[in-house]
């Protein structure tokens, strides 16, 4: 359920910020058969385990029918980053040298 959230957050996000003119991001695809259809969602379904929900907005080119096989082009698009700085690690201390025979 989070992967599909993640998802639709980010399809909303690349498709608002395709129109402000960001258009050298990579385009990705998701084939599969529509399950459902909302005003501005819709449901792909891939396999009885992969199922992928979209949003769309007026600049989504076509629209999807209940039923329909469809390919699904989007963007993947970072709208916040939190980062953590990487904790140091203690040098260890450098391995003490095995001690030699003493010969008589």
Do not use: C, H
Not at 74 to 84: G, H
Not at 89 to 95: E, L, V
């Amino acid at each position: 359920m989070q992967t599909i959230r993640t998802l639709l957050i980010v399809v909303v996000v690349t498709l608002t910020l395709a129109v402000g003119g960001f258009a050298a991001v990579k385009t990705y695809q998701f084939t599969g058969t529509v399950k459902s259809v909302d005003a501005d969602t819709f449901t792909v379904e891939k396999s009885a385990t992969d199922t992928w929900s979209f949003s769309t907005d007026a600049s989504t080119k076509g629209r999807p029918n209940v039923g329909d096989k469809v390919t699904v082009y989007y963007k993947m698009i970072a709208t916040t980053i939190e980062s953590k700085p990487a904790q140091a690690t203690a040098a260890k201390p450098a391995a003490k040298p095995a001690a030699k025979p003493v010969k008589k």
